[in-house]
């Protein structure tokens, strides 16, 4: 035998109803039914009665609306006939009687909660005999077995009186049995009570213990409990399996599949449950049983969130050894109905925290303080105040307890990502974890411990990329062509959510389309300004959030500092922050190491190659750089590599410039701010402070020549090859190569133009590549040595790609 409860939303509609029966009929063995009054009509019900409480005579037109749906339902599921007409007298009936006690209520304009308890039973009682005629089944009142006694002002279960009469009533099961759910009667008084909001989960329950079904079946509009709230995490997926721990914790805290005192009954029983979609029968659910397979699955199991909490903090130096102080507050709270679903309390003992409700958040306040009138007028105990608008969150899962580090690494996660925790529990059994957040914060929270658990089957990264130029145009090409790869193989998911060049930006919390970002960018995106991108990206507040910086803006990377704040990564193309001010340099580096996220510059040297990285590590492990010697303008290279006596110096500058080497203005390369710029960052990160005005600079290109627009540049460069082909003659003779070298030895350093003989590892270096020499402690004899390709959109794209990927420790 076994109970099947079907929800309002199963019963909410003609079609759904009709699905209803074809699940109970496929039933072989015997089946007590227990069916929710139609979807939406206990809200109806409740508020209709407060109309006619209120002397609103408008409370007629929603009545007339319940008396519609229900009519019609019955003539929409019960074929025309005789059996038709009865139900619709039956049905009214019932609604006759209902009438009479809406007009009664509106006459006198009072609701008590007897009245209240009545009329709400008037749903499932309806609901109920359409369920039964439509099934065949045998029509059961659950107001003469389901009984109640009043408790601190509740109407509780009386169990024992409860179980005896259901195995009386059902001493002989018919094939099909049908029970309206949620409606109750009082043991002493007769009158009619109910089981609160989702009760009819609980009458299920309370029959299956009683008659030791062999499973109890609740039937909802969800496949089954899920990772997550689906809505606000859309990698959320079903759990096959809970165990009753679980399945307990995950209802007390907002999971809304089952009315959490549904699992108690059967528990010890040890029947399971099994949570089917009527929507979609053939979905596999969720079983909740004792023992769950799988011991070595992931150590959380799901998460669930109360979206409207407060916290009332009960502190003050003299509640410190006071025996008796929390069972005051707990006492004074429970006498008023107010049920406590968290609590925290510092091992000092001068503060207790408390989660409730949002609705009885000023109660509570009231009770306590009148409660601890006496110490807060001594100023032992601060006056009793309620912090609102937050919300709770728990992760819940058995394997907690045999995984070291899960509270570490949560509240590591949150951290990184700028969420703040303001109170916490955690139970001895290790099977739920559960902390207080602003609201606000709610759905970023909920993300990063999804994606931070495993629970999602992808990790997320939230790019937003700033300049879709060459460098970053050809990063949204890279992300574009691997993004599939690197969700199959690395479990990766990059979504950029945010796009944005000198004129316009535009911005999804879903992704953006990146086959046609250009496209989107005009025709959709709006205005693009420093405050747009400031705003948008802060607003959104999305987890795992990484700022992409593709431009070389001085604007763009004034943001830097902001972004670190909130927690937002930063990877940067853009050499200007970290060739910056040092003191703005060594402010953006310790943000970023406080706040848990990365600033990472890679490609500010060396395009893709790994010199920063290299140095870092040469560093980190306690080697010191004693001497820098590098080429690093892979545009400067190529010109110095291309002059010859028919490429004059002129020409080089246009061809480097053709090839996308340069920078836009050639001048920026000419003058060696690039090289001293990238100097800067070196010496920097090899632990040295130097600012750009303290390198030595020997330029090649005299100083008028920056003076002015590019158009005077362009016309007055040619002037300079007649000099250049008589100096490359003479170099030519000698075996020797211009190369425009940076340097770094004993703090000091200088950038300029150098003859390098063919003994000089420098010789040779072709094309645009770059070429770095590291002479530290541990490579004093024989330098290290990075060279490769130093320039190109591809590369540094690729670099830039690299970044990202550490940051998501791919």
Known sequence: MKV????????????????????????????????????GITDKLINTSKMAAAGDASYENEFREIVYRHVEMIKEVIPEGEAQVALQRRAGE?????????????????????????????????????????????????RRFIKTEKKHSKHV??????????????GTLPRRALVPGFISTDKTTGEVT??????????????????DADCLEIWTDVDGFMTADPRVISTAYTISELSYVEATELCNFGAKVVYPPT???????????????????????????????????????????????????????GMVGVIGVNYRIFKALAKNGISVFLVSQASSENSTSIGVRNADADLACEVLNEEFAKEIEMGEISPIQAEKNL??????????????????KLFGTLGRNGINVIACAQGASETNISFVVDNRLLRKSLNVIHDSFFLSEYQVLNLFICGIGTVGGSLIEQIHSQRRKLMHENGLQLNVVGIADAN??????????????????????????????????IG????????????????????????????????????????????????????????????????????????????????????????????????????????????????????AQEERYSEPDPRIDLSGKDVIRKLVILAREAGYRLEQSDVETNLFVPDDFFEGSLDDFWKKVPSLDADFETRRRVLEAENKHWRFVAKLEDGKASVGLQEVASNHPFYGLEGSNNIILLTTERYKEYPMMIQGYGAGAGVTAAGVFADIMSIANV
């Not at 039973?121 to 009142?141: H, K, M």
């Not at 279960?157 to 059902?170: A, Q, Y």
């Not at 389309?513 to 400031?534: C, I, M, P, V, Y």
Request: hydrophobic share 40%.
């Open 4 to 39: 099947m409860k079907f929800g309002g939303t199963s019963v909410g509609s003609a079609s759904s109803v009709l699905s209803v029966k074809r699940i109970v009929e496929a039933v072989d063995e015997p089946v007590i039914v227990v069916v929710s009054a139609l979807g």
């Open 94 to 142: 019932l609604l006759n009687e209902l009438k009479d006690i809406f007009q009664g209520i509106y006459l006198i304009k009072d609701l008590s909660q007897k009245t209240s308890d009545t009329i709400v039973s008037y749903g499932e009682r309806l609901s109920s005999i359409i369920v039964a005629q439509l099934t065949g089944a045998e029509w059961y009142d659950s």
């Open 157 to 170: 279960l009386d169990t024992d009186l409860t179980n005896s009469l259901v195995r009386e009533t059902f």
């Open 194 to 211: 109910n089981l609160g909001r989702g009760g009819s989960d609980y009458t299920a329950a309370i029959i299956a213990a009683a008659l």
């Open 263 to 317: 699992i108690y009954p059967v528990c010890h029983k040890n029947i399971p449950i099994l949570v089917k979609n009527t929507f979609n029968p053939d979905g596999v659910g969720t079983v909740i049983k004792q023992e769950v397979s799988h011991s070595q699955s992931k150590a959380i199991k799901g998460i669930s969130s109360i979206n409207d909490t407060s916290l009332i903090t009960v502190q003050g130096l």
């Open 391 to 408: 919300a709770t969150v728990a992760i819940v899962g058995e394997n907690m307890k045999h995984t070291p580090g899960i509270a570490g």
């Open 504 to 537: 316009k930006a535009m911005f999804s919390r879903e992704g953006l389309d990146l086959e046609r970002f250009r496209e989107e960018l005009q025709a959709k995106g709006k205005e693009s300004s420093l405050e747009t991108l400031r705003n948008e990206i």
């Open 540 to 655: 959104m507040n999305i987890f795992n959030s990484v700022f992409v910086d593709c431009t070389a803006s001085a604007d763009v990377a004034s943001l830097y500092k902001d972004l670190l704040l909130h927690n937002i990564s930063v990877v940067a193309a853009n050499k200007i922050a970290a060739s910056s001010a040092y003191d703005n340099y060594r402010e953006l580096k310790q943000i970023a190491r406080q706040r848990g996220v990365k600033y990472l510059f890679e490609t500010n040297v060396g395009a893709g190659l790994p010199i920063i990285n290299t140095i870092n590590d040469l560093i980190h492990s306690g080697d010191k750089i004693l001497k820098i010697e590098a080429i690093l303008s892979g545009t400067l290279n190529y010109i110095f590599n291309k002059i010859s006596a028919d490429v004059p110096f002129s020409k080089t500058i246009r061809l």
